[in-house]
T-cell receptor, first 114, second 112 residues
Framework: QKEVEQNSGPLSVPEGAIASLNCTYSDRVSQSFFWYRQYSGKSPELIMSIYSNGDKEDGRFTAQLNKASQYVSLLIRDSQPSDSATYLCAVNINEKSSGDKLTFGTGTRLAVRP | DVKVTQSSRYLVKRTGEKVFLECVQDMDHENMFWYRQDPGLGLRLIYFSYDVKMKEKGDIPEGYSVSREKKERFSLILESASTNQTSMYLC???????????FGPGTRLTVL
């Protein structure tokens, strides 16, 4: 079973701080990695995609990928109370019998304190 | 913007009923997916489709079937609803490689 692991949290940070969310995965050949944000009672929303080792920045969000360590992270700078949500890590895994599928972690709940 | 819509936000059904959940996307995506989401278990893939009239089993297909007669529409069918199928059902569509997926609003199904 190919897995994606996240700490369930809650991760509590003060407003204005940097929130760091981490994810490890087991499939060495995965090439595509995604972060989704999910507010309580809502569906997941894609916020970042990353395909190459290193950092990718988009506004206050930075995704970091290290394929050698099988590790992907999401940094949220200047955290706001509106960032309080569950963040899901998703990894694209190719299965020879059925093609590409996303495997999701169970999510990390982030709480930003005003 | 990608728009994925689902037929109902909330649905209550009785054990043994046949249940249809419909999903429509307006971005001409080839790929469509059905997931269920349960506390502590995360998102689990039920079925997916890479083309019209084509379907593939996901990780938990038992008790479900699907239909894709048109590219934009993907239906999930619970042949005989059971209480353990009470869950949030999420439809997604995507373009393929690199497999970015976009979700609909979800249907919270309760089976009594």
């Amino acid at each position: 079973q190919k897995e994606v692991e996240q700490n369930s949290g809650p991760l509590s940070v003060p407003e204005g701080a940097i929130a760091s969310l981490n994810c490890t995965y087991s499939d060495r050949v995965s090439q595509s990695f995604f972060w989704y944000r999910q507010y309580s009672g809502k569906s997941p929303e894609l916020i970042m995609s990353i395909y190459s080792n290193g950092d990718k920045e988009d506004g206050r969000f930075t995704a970091q990928l290290n394929k050698a360590s099988q590790y992907v992270s999401l940094l949220i700078r200047d955290s706001q109370p509106s960032d309080s949500a569950t963040y899901l890590c998703a990894v694209n895994i190719n299965e020879k019998s059925s093609g590409d599928k996303l495997t999701f972690g169970t999510g990390t709940r982030l709480a930003v304190r005003p | 913007d990608v728009k994925v819509t689902q037929s109902s936000r909330y649905l209550v059904k009785r054990t043994g009923e046949k249940v249809f959940l419909e999903c429509v996307q307006d971005m001409d995506h080839e790929n469509m997916f059905w997931y269920r989401q349960d506390p502590g278990l995360g998102l689990r893939l039920i079925y997916f489709s890479y083309d019209v009239k084509m379907k593939e089993k996901g990780d938990i297909p038992e008790g479900y079937s699907v239909s894709r007669e048109k590219k934009e529409r993907f239906s999930l069918i619970l042949e005989s609803a059971s209480t353990n199928q009470t869950s949030m059902y999420l439809c997604a569509s995507g373009t393929g490689v690199p497999n970015e997926q976009f979700f609909g609003p979800g249907t919270r199904l309760t089976v009594l």
